[in-house]
């Protein structure tokens, strides 16, 4: 089995002692680290080193980072295709613009829109993990994601932060 840890919308320009806390606790047991923008600074990457990352820009990402972060990228993993963008534009219909961008991906994963979703579209997993450091509505805790790949496919779960 194949563990992903999934975030987004992080908005830190540096990786402050709570972010690195959380990370450490969220995705202790993951293989590989996909984020899926809205970082603010390339350095929060560093957070996650030893593990494999995988990592676009978003909307709210300074200069540095937005040149050297792609808007969109498509990873294989276990043989698995994985579409990563940040998205763009309203949320009401952000899943089909995502599928638009990766109709033959297996995962599509995407941000944004800081509301945490996973659900199937058609054959495809669709997987947002929401705003990791909770800037949701009413104090609302950070959002992540757990991807597993095993021999039966590919299944995602959405899991809470403890608000500290």
């Known amino acids: 089995m194949i563990s992903v840890g999934i975030l987004s919308d992080t ?15 969220a995705f202790a047991g993951c293989d590989a680290i996909i984020h899926a923008g809205d970082l603010v600074d390339i350095g929060i990457l560093n957070t996650f080193k030893g593990k494999d990352i995988h990592a676009v820009r978003g909307n709210m990402c300074n200069w540095d980072t937005r040149q050297l972060l792609p808007g969109q990228k498509e990873i294989v993993v276990a043989g698995y295709a994985i579409g990563i963008t940040h998205g763009a534009g309203p949320r009401h219909n952000i899943e089909e613009r995502v599928f638009e961008q990766f109709p033959a991906a297996d995962c599509i994963v ?22 990791f ?32």
Do not use: D, W
């Open 11 to 25: 908005h830190l320009q540096t990786a402050n002692r709570a972010f690195v806390q959380k990370c450490a606790t």
């Open 110 to 131: 995407f941000g944004h829109t800081h509301h945490a979703v996973c659900l199937q579209y058609g054959e495809t997993l669709l997987v947002n993990p929401g705003s």
């Open 133 to 164: 450091m909770g800037t949701g509505s009413y104090g609302a805790a950070g959002t992540y994601a757990i991807l597993k790949i095993t021999n039966n496919g590919l299944t995602a779960s959405i899991h809470t932060l403890a608000n500290q």
